[in-house]
């Protein structure tokens, strides 16, 4: 049954009549709510003002430990950086996938506040593409809109523009804006801090000398030496540092560049610090009337809920890589667009594992990174055959055990500022290695062992790699589970792995 409005409530309801008139403001138990929930989505509640979250480029780099603050929530539709006919046209496909909506649903699902969407709504009421068919007298967010023929009529003709259908996107430019405040040369690196990532890695003791200021610099690292000797594990635990340690960062769900729409957040890649999933999960804490507005009535800023809360973001590629893993993907039936793989990685860590053996040439994908490199921008080309330029902020890893010099030119080591060689080990520090091996087995340490490594091996010409006591080790104890016997690194024992292990082919 329809709800039927009093004359008073009809008199003065723009859903209800032509005059429109602003959103009806929540009451005062609302307002607390709006201000507990945005505390439950983010852990804290956001108290600086909209002139103090203007994060300066200054301050970051000269390596202020400051995480960035949240994009704010906009309060108006011209602030929200969309048009009156994006909004309306996400609008219409929501209703005609969910049938209708209360307006708090209509701005959750736009991941908006209910006042921007307010002028969207009433648009599309005077022009007949939708009706409220129930409402309650807290107001207009209340609401139940249905579409009408002609709003059916024109949601297909929006889904046959673009089928995309979720969280408002963000401008361009704004999420230019974010990834510069937010760059890699804002997280927090000391020696102390590497010494805690690398605790239970055994490296050289200069190395993380070297490591620390290209972390710093949010520059490209180029880490190269003989196989077998960490520099995977080391670009790794670069990543992790900044996944850990790198405090967290904001990332859209998508970006609106040249009127068209690309996706960006990731689950498989972004690993969100907020509760923004709760919003859409059946049965949610909070009453959905309560959310109507989107800055709390004390005058504090909220997050704007159309960007997620995550951790600086890791994104590893190896031997697959491809020239056009490096581009938008397109999808033809959608008509949106898909993030590239380093995009996604922005303000954080892009590794390319075993550089030089994918399969694009190195020197396509050099030339392809020269200019990003340079100038730490990217530039995306539409189906339609626009450019535009795109942050290339975030510390790439190129990894190999090439010889450099036969993979790249002068130009392009020019623009690697960091360049960091991972050697064969001491034997001072192979002993290390090989001691923690064996502790991290509950395996009985043998000086005789590595004495028998080097005076059969590696005084012989052969070069100890840091792998070799892990690999050796794991021998050792296959053979011994084989025959049930007690795990004891005689050199009997050390002689029949290492035949194994060393063995020409």
């Given at each position: 049954?329809?709800?039927?409005?009093?004359?008073?409530?009809?008199?003065?309801?723009?859903?209800?009549?032509?005059?429109?008139?602003?959103?009806?403001?929540?009451?005062?138990?609302?307002?607390?709510?709006?201000?507990?929930?945005?505390?439950?989505?983010?852990?804290?509640?956001?108290?600086?003002?909209?002139?103090?979250?203007?994060?300066?480029?200054?301050?970051?780099?000269?390596?202020?430990?400051?995480e960035p603050p949240p994009p704010l929530s906009p309060v108006s539709l011209e602030e929200s950086g969309l048009t009156l006919m994006q909004v309306s046209e996400l609008i219409l496909k929501q209703l005609y996938l969910q049938g209708n909506l209360l307006g708090v649903q209509i701005a959750r699902h736009a991941h908006l506040p209910f006042q921007v969407i307010d002028?969207?709504?009433?648009?599309?009421?005077?022009?007949?593409?939708?009706?409220?068919?129930?409402?309650?007298?807290?107001?207009?967010?209340?609401?139940?809109?249905?579409?009408?023929?002609?709003?059916?009529?024109?949601?297909?003709?929006?889904?046959?523009?673009?089928?995309?259908?979720?969280?408002?996107?963000?401008?361009?430019?704004?999420?230019?804006?974010?990834?510069?405040?937010?760059?890699?040369?804002?997280?927090?690196?000391?020696?102390?801090?590497?010494?805690?990532?690398?605790?239970?890695?055994?490296?050289?003791?200069?190395?993380?000398?070297?490591?620390?200021?290209?972390?710093?610099?949010?520059?490209?690292?180029?880490?190269?030496?003989?196989?077998?000797?960490?520099?995977?594990?080391?670009?790794?635990?670069?990543?992790?540092?900044?996944?850990?340690?790198?405090?967290?960062?904001?990332?859209?769900?998508?970006?609106?560049?040249?009127?068209?729409?690309?996706?960006?957040?990731?689950?498989?890649?972004?690993?969100?610090?907020?509760?923004?999933?709760?919003?859409?999960?059946?049965?949610?804490?909070?009453?959905?009337?309560?959310?109507?507005?989107?800055?709390?009535?004390?005058?504090?800023?909220?997050?704007?809920?159309?960007?997620?809360?995550?951790?600086?973001?890791?994104?590893?590629?190896?031997?697959?890589?491809?020239?056009?893993?490096?581009?938008?993907?397109?999808?033809?039936?959608?008509?949106?667009?898909?993030?590239?793989?380093?995009?996604?990685?922005?303000?954080?860590?892009?590794?390319?594992?075993?550089?030089?053996?994918?399969?694009?040439?190195?020197?396509?994908?050099?030339?392809?990174?020269?200019?990003?490199?340079?100038?730490?921008?990217?530039?995306?080309?539409?189906?339609?055959?626009?450019?535009?330029?795109?942050?290339?902020?975030?510390?790439?890893?190129?990894?190999?055990?090439?010889?450099?010099r036969e993979l790249v030119d002068e130009a392009f080591l020019r623009r690697i500022r960091h360049k960091i060689q991972i050697g064969s080990p001491s034997r001072e520090l192979f002993t290390d290695?090989?001691?923690?091996?064996?502790?991290?087995?509950?395996?009985?340490?043998?000086?005789?062992?590595?004495?028998?490594?080097?005076?059969?091996?590696?005084?012989?010409?052969?070069?100890?790699?840091?792998?070799?006591?892990?690999?050796?080790?794991?021998?050792?104890?296959?053979?011994?589970?084989?025959?049930?016997?007690?795990?004891?690194?005689?050199?009997?024992?050390?002689?029949?792995?290492?035949?194994?292990?060393?063995?020409?082919?």
């Amino acid at each position: 049954m329809i709800d039927r409005p009093s004359p008073d409530q009809s008199a003065s309801d723009p859903y209800l009549s032509q005059p429109p008139s602003g959103p009806v403001p929540p009451s005062r138990p609302a307002t607390d709510a709006i201000s507990e929930l945005y505390s439950d989505l983010f852990e804290q509640k956001t108290t600086a003002s909209r002139a103090g979250a203007q994060y300066e480029s200054a301050a970051v780099e000269q390596g202020q430990d400051s995480e960035p603050p949240p994009p704010l929530s906009p309060v108006s539709l011209e602030e929200s950086g969309l048009t009156l006919m994006q909004v309306s046209e996400l609008i219409l496909k929501q209703l005609y996938l969910q049938g209708n909506l209360l307006g708090v649903q209509i701005a959750r699902h736009a991941h908006l506040p209910f006042q921007v969407i307010d002028e969207a709504l009433s648009f599309l009421k005077d022009e007949k593409c939708i009706e409220v068919s129930s409402g309650e007298l807290i107001g207009p967010a209340s609401y139940r809109f249905n579409l009408t023929e002609l709003g059916r009529r024109r949601a297909r003709e929006a889904f046959e523009q673009c089928r995309y259908v979720g969280p408002a996107p963000v401008p361009l430019k704004d999420y230019i804006a974010q990834c510069r405040r937010q760059a890699v040369t804002g997280a927090r690196c000391s020696i102390q801090d590497l010494q805690n990532a690398f605790g239970e890695i055994i490296l050289r003791p200069s190395l993380l000398e070297e490591l620390g200021p290209a972390v710093c610099s949010g520059r490209s690292i180029f880490v190269y030496g003989p196989p077998g000797n960490g520099k995977t594990m080391i670009a790794k635990g670069l990543g992790n540092f900044l996944n850990s340690n790198g405090g967290n960062i904001y990332i859209p769900y998508a970006i609106d560049a040249e009127h068209s729409i690309i996706t960006m957040f990731d689950p498989t890649i972004h690993q969100p610090t907020d509760h923004l999933d709760s919003l859409s999960e059946p049965g949610a804490r909070l009453d959905d009337r309560l959310v109507a507005d989107a800055r709390d009535l004390k005058g504090e800023p909220l997050p704007d809920l159309r960007w997620r809360r995550i951790r600086r973001p890791v994104v590893m590629t190896g031997g697959e890589l491809t020239l056009e893993m490096l581009d938008l993907r397109y999808n033809k039936a959608s008509n949106f667009y898909t993030a590239p793989l380093h995009i996604k990685a922005n303000c954080g860590v892009f590794l390319i594992d075993d550089f030089g053996r994918q399969i694009v040439s190195p020197r396509d994908l050099l030339n392809r990174w020269i200019l990003p490199l340079e100038e730490r921008l990217d530039y995306m080309t539409l189906a339609t055959g626009k450019k535009f330029a795109v942050p290339f902020e975030q510390l790439i890893i190129f990894s190999t055990n090439l010889d450099p010099r036969e993979l790249v030119d002068e130009a392009f080591l020019r623009r690697i500022r960091h360049k960091i060689q991972i050697g064969s080990p001491s034997r001072e520090l192979f002993t290390d290695i090989f001691r923690l091996c064996c502790h991290q087995r509950q395996m009985p340490f043998s000086q005789v062992a590595v004495d028998y490594l080097y005076s059969n091996f590696y005084d012989q010409g052969k070069p100890p790699r840091a792998s070799d006591p892990r690999d050796l080790l794991e021998i050792v104890q296959s053979i011994c589970r084989f025959r049930n016997q007690q795990v004891l690194l005689t050199p009997d024992l050390l002689a029949e792995a290492t035949e194994r292990f060393f063995c020409q082919i």
